[in-house]
């Protein structure tokens, strides 16, 4: 069963609040939809409609050809793992994963050779006698997971799955979604996360939310690379978002420096914001050079984050960790390739 | 010994005011009228068809109230806790207010309603011209268990509600995206879940039904006399103490062996 999910102008609003507003999206059959955003943008919403928790005030919302928007949420057929597991505390592991079967009146005899299927995908085979309260927090999402797996849904909810995980966990679990993405390559995903890495490893596309609206969808490279607003640049990735001014084609001005830069159709005299990623600001003298003096430096191990002001802004630079970092207040530059900064289209106003 | 001036007033004021007089019951239950210390009285009351009867009453009674408690109050709870209605907040309050309201109250109110010259049969004579209304169950068995299943379904709401308030709303809705439907979702996670809230509610209102006189006495049902009603009309109308004391001491028995039993329950569920 293959089957994509598609929103159709969906609207949602508590009393006169707008929550989601209007959205239109679409998940093809077999793809990981990541909806990133902060919280309160609507992501978890948009979720919530898909599973049937929330009736839309206005649109449509379909699963594969289904129009399920008045469905109620037990006929809808989809998987969900949520972010505090919600496993049920009185039943074993393996009555957990039974639960759905049952309740979708699966044949009773195949009901365990599935569960110990879901079980094995999910490297949990070994804890199917162990009560929820016996499991870790990342072996109760295993388990979740298993759950929501072995009612062999087309489409899979993961609302922050990994948000209660620690860190070291969470990479974990990251890489082993995204081996169950490949081995069930024909389950759509919705992925909702405020967490850009997560959205990055798995997505294969992304849509970023904010106050309730849509701002921005694509493929990761696209949204990382070539950003359209300044919203999805600084909440995909870190970014400069430097104000400047169009200076013919192919070149802005940025305080009292030239820089060179893809303008695009961007008409002379327009302010815009142009976009660098930290990471591709390197030290010393280059093309794009910009100099100024140094207002903090902070250590990460691997790395240094400078910040540099140039022309009454802050600029951003991450680079390999240096044995002489900076003193504050030294005068110091910056470059970067005309190619690593992109003007923002969304940005882009006339002067 | 510090501990020892701090335990002891409390043990010495139990011992003189609750445990004495107790203790005086069972001893009066053992001394027959006629002098001596014997289990005559025993013999006596088990012997006699007054109290054979009184006891099937009060446990058929206890126990058919309980299961009407149990019943409506987990039906009632789930409105309360699962159903978002206007005024939901204020009901659950209520529940804690009708927890402090005398017993007899209720029966008066039932009363009021369905007694003899009450509102409903009221309607029907005046209606109909005649003489007597049809409901008058309220002097019968029935009367009785339904003042005690109105009066005590609260007592399970109670412990129903807080527990249904530590259920994790995720846990259902993932249950319900599973396909399980309202009543899979009842029956296989919030029953389980309430158990133990269930069991402590329903013991709760068994003791107390076994023990309840207010209403049985308010009601004004003649036929219906339980345990309590007995002891009361040996003790008070014959004035035959050692048996209104051996009844009581049965009384006791069956209640503290109806708890003993519950806390065995309850650990063996893990509560």
């Known amino acids: ?351 | 010994m510090p501990a020892l001036v701090w335990v002891l007033p409390p043990v010495v004021l139990l011992g003189v005011f609750f445990l004495y007089p107790l203790f005086l019951v069972v001893r009066q239950s053992v001394q027959p009228d006629t002098g001596g210390t014997s289990l005559q009285p025993y013999a006596d009351v088990f012997a006699s068809e007054a109290f054979r009867e009184a006891l099937g009453t009060t446990v058929w009674l206890a126990l058919g109230a309980t299961i009407g408690c149990l019943v409506l109050g987990f039906a009632l709870a789930l409105v309360i806790a699962f159903v978002p209605f206007p005024g939901g907040k204020a009901v659950a309050k209520f529940i804690d207010v009708f927890l402090s309201f005398p017993s007899f109250l209720i029966t008066l109110a039932l009363l009021f309603i369905y007694g003899t010259k009450g509102m409903a049969n009221g309607v029907w004579t005046d209606a109909t011209g005649a003489a007597d209304g049809p409901f008058q169950f309220l002097t019968t068995p029935w009367g009785v268990l339904l003042a005690e299943i109105t009066y005590f379904t609260p007592f399970v709401m109670r412990p129903l509600l807080a527990a249904f308030s530590q259920i994790d709303t995720a846990q259902l809705e993932v249950a319900a995206s599973l396909g399980a439907g309202p009543g899979r979702i009842v029956r296989r996670v919030i029953l389980p879940e309430a158990l133990p809230a269930l069991a402590a509610g329903g013991s709760l209102v068994l003791v107390m039904c076994l023990n309840e006189f207010g209403i049985v006495l308010f009601t004004g049902a003649k036929g219906v006399t339980t345990l309590p009603m007995l002891v009361y009309s040996e003790a008070m109308l014959e004035s035959d103490y050692p048996a209104a004391c051996v009844v009581a001491v049965v009384n006791i028995a069956i209640s503290v062996g109806l708890y003993g039993l519950y806390r065995v329950v309850s650990r063996r569920a893990g509560a």
């Open chain 1, 1 to 351: 069963m293959s089957s994509g999910i598609r929103f159709d102008r969906v609207s949602v609003a508590y009393g006169r609040h707008t929550v989601l507003d209007a959205l239109d999206l679409t998940v093809e059959p077999g793809e990981v939809m990541a909806l990133l955003g902060p919280s309160g943008s609507g992501k978890t919403t948009a979720l919530r409609a898909v599973a049937g928790f929330v009736r839309p005030a206005s649109g449509r919302v379909f699963i594969g050809e289904r129009d399920v928007t008045g469905l109620p949420p037990h006929r809808r057929g989809v998987g969900m793992v949520v972010q505090q597991y919600a496993l049920f505390p009185h039943m074993r592991v393996e009555d957990n994963v039974a639960f759905g079967m049952k309740a979708q009146k699966v044949a009773k005899a195949e009901i365990p050779g599935r569960v110990a299927e879901a079980l094995e995908m999910t490297g949990m085979a070994s804890y199917a006698k162990r009560f929820p309260r016996e499991l870790s927090g990342g072996q109760q999402q295993r388990v979740a997971i298993a759950r929501a797996l072995a009612i062999r849904p087309g489409v899979l909810l993961l609302d922050e799955p990994l948000s209660a995980l620690d860190a070291q966990l969470r990479s974990g679990m990251l890489a082993e979604l995204a081996r169950l993405h490949r081995e069930l390559p024909d389950v759509s995903i919705l992925y909702v996360t405020h967490d850009q890495v997560e959205a990055l490893t798995l997505a294969d596309q992304i849509a970023v939310m904010d106050r309730a609206r849509l701002q921005d969808c694509g493929t990761p490279q696209e949204l990382y690379r070539t950003p359209r607003t300044e919203f999805t640049a600084s909440f995909v990735g870190n970014a400069n978002l430097l104000a400047v001014t169009v200076r013919g084609t192919g070149a802005v001005s940025f305080a009292d420096a030239e820089l060179k830069a893809d303008t695009g159709d961007a008409v002379s005299g327009a302010t815009a914001t142009l976009c660098v990623r930290p990471h591709l600001v390197g030290l010393g003298d280059g093309p794009n050079a910009l100099t100024g003096r140094v207002a903090e430096v902070q250590w990460r191990g691997a790395t240094h984050r400078l910040y540099v002001e140039v022309g009454g802004e802050r600029v951003k630079a991450d680079v390999r960790e240096l044995r002489k970092p900076p003193a504050l207040g030294d005068e110091i530059t910056l470059h970067f390739a005309p190619e690593d900064a992109v003007l923002l289209a969304g940005g882009v106003t006339d002067g």
